[in-house]
């Protein structure tokens, strides 16, 4: 079946502690991206990557760090995590970068930063 | 200003009737893709359906159909003989220009669904 997987879907973590949200697809997508969820601000962009080993910043990239070794997986990390980057991720890829091709999401990591 | 816009922050329907969520976006670039997605409580999100700048016809997808109206820029999305399992949040998006284009979502539109 055709996915973006993200693990884990439910974190509690406390300041400070760094840690990893993958991101997995089995579409050979080459693009992939990451976005954040927010009440009132709706879903902004970290990152994206247009193909392996190409990465760039998106609207709200401070505190997050990505790296794209292999084209299927698209890890966030965050170094020193904070109480304001408790939020809904959502990784997302679509086959090529123009306009025309469909993000397809996964399904979501509900992080809380104590 | 709002690249996409969704004037209704909320929407009730009952079962099996029609709604309508609006969309209205904004682009200088002739290029553009126009997408529905379905974000339920559980949190996901759910591709609906999806409309090219240059499609001349509305695209349809089972009981989704996008209603485009490219002069006056808007992308409506029906929902025909609605079900329970269709209250959720409704995001429009859009994709803009030839080469690389981010996803940019409105606000969303939350649809109740009543028996």
């Known amino acids: 079946e055709a996915q973006v997987t993200q693990n884990p879907r439910y974190l509690i973590t406390v300041t400070g502690k760094k840690l990893t949200v993958t991101c997995s697809q089995n579409?050979?997508?080459?693009?992939m991206s990451w976005y954040r969820q927010d009440p009132g601000l709706g879903l902004r962009q970290i990152y994206y990557?247009?193909?392996?080993?190409?990465?760039d910043k998106g609207d709200v990239p401070e505190g997050y760090k990505v790296s794209r070794k292999e084209k299927r997986n698209f890890p966030l990390i965050l170094e020193s995590p904070s109480p304001n980057q408790t939020s809904l991720y959502f990784c997302?890829?679509?086959?090529?970068?123009?306009?025309?091709?469909?993000?397809?999401f996964g399904p979501g990591t509900r992080l809380t930063v104590l | 200003a709002q690249k996409i816009t969704q004037t209704q922050p909320g929407m009730f329907v009952q079962e099996k009737e029609a709604v309508t969520l609006d969309c209205t976006y904004d682009?200088?670039?002739?290029?553009?893709?126009l997408f529905w997605y379905k974000q339920p409580s559980s949190g996901e999100m759910i591709f609906l359906i999806y409309?090219?700048?240059?499609?001349?016809q509305n695209a349809t997808e089972g009981r989704y159909s996008l209603n485009f109206q490219k002069a006056r820029k808007s992308a409506n999305l029906v929902i025909s003989a609605s079900q329970l399992g269709d209250s959720a949040m409704y995001f429009c998006?859009?994709?803009?220009?030839?080469?690389?284009?981010?996803?940019?979502f409105g606000k969303g539109t939350m649809l109740l669904v009543s028996p």
């Open positions: 997302a890829s679509s086959l090529s970068l123009v306009s025309t091709d469909t993000q397809y």
């Open positions: 579409m050979n997508h080459e693009y």
């Open positions: 990557s247009m193909n392996v080993e190409v990465t």
């Open positions: 682009t200088s670039d002739q290029s553009y893709g």
């Open positions: 409309q090219g700048s240059y499609d001349e």
């Open positions: 998006a859009m994709r803009e220009g030839i080469r690389y284009s981010t996803l940019t």
